[in-house]
């Protein structure tokens, strides 16, 4: 793929907005990496309860960004090459689309483009407790080609505040893109 290497990140509506916008701020340090933003109305009410961000803010973060409910957007077709997507958090609302190919807003279809074309889909789903459905649901999206990584944090690297857990968690999903970082210290 000649030029920049293009990255779709999606921004659902779940608690754990950090981890997308934290995953956007880090991308922004790599100028051959262009970020496709796509997030939900819901995920920037979370964003300014969480963060006390405002969109505007968020938004700049990205190289370009998608309104969710431009289907027609270059994300929405496997004919725009991108290395794949992000979704940070992902909503079980979410990961029911995808897992159903209910392609009724970008985010959705961007997913399921992916996963079409056999591109890497990275779903940090964030819900807890979990019940039979959502587990089938990644079970469904897995068999499909997606790779779970939940925002479950390890303390080996001994965290000493919130923004060490989200760069461990950050810097798994930039490890499965082969995007070398130093976001937090590696076993050895």
Same mark, same amino acid.
């Given at each position: 793929?000649? @030029? ?5 990140? #999606? %921004?659902?509506?779940?608690? #754990?907005? %950090?981890? @997308? ?9 790599? +100028?051959? &990496? ?7 109305? *819901?995920?920037?009410? &979370? /964003? ?6 405002? +969109?505007?803010? /968020? ?7 998608? +309104? *969710? ?14 290395? @794949?997507? %992000? &979704? ?11 897992? !159903?190919?209910? $392609?009724? $807003? ?17 779903? =940090?789903?964030?819900?807890? +407790?979990?019940?039979? #459905? ?9 068999? $499909?080609?997606? &790779? ?16 060490? %857990? =989200?760069?461990?968690?950050? @810097?798994? =999903?930039?490890?499965?893109? #082969? /995007?070398?970082? !130093? ?6």
């Amino acid at each position: 793929m000649a @030029g920049k290497r293009k990255i779709i990140i #999606g %921004i659902s509506g779940a608690s #754990g907005t %950090i981890y @997308g916008v934290r995953l956007l701020e880090v991308l922004r340090e790599y +100028p051959e &990496i262009e970020t496709h933003l796509v997030i939900s109305d *819901i995920a920037m009410e &979370i /964003i300014h309860h969480e963060q006390e961000r405002e +969109p505007d803010e /968020i938004l700049a973060l990205a190289d370009v960004f998608h +309104p *969710i409910k431009n289907l027609g957007a270059a994300i929405s077709s496997g004919s725009f090459l991108t290395e @794949g997507m %992000i &979704i940070a958090p992902c909503s079980i609302k979410s990961l029911s689309g995808i897992a !159903n190919s209910y $392609n009724d $807003n970008l985010l959705v279809r961007a997913a399921d483009v992916c996963l079409k074309e056999r591109r890497r889909l990275i779903i =940090v789903v964030r819900e807890t +407790p979990l019940h039979l #459905g959502h587990l089938e649901l990644m079970t469904r999206v897995t068999r $499909n080609g997606a &790779i779970l990584l939940p925002p479950m944090p390890s303390f080996y690297h001994k965290p000493k505040t919130i923004a060490d %857990i =989200v760069n461990q968690t950050v @810097g798994k =999903v930039l490890d499965n893109f #082969g /995007i070398e970082h !130093n976001l937090f210290t590696r076993w050895k």
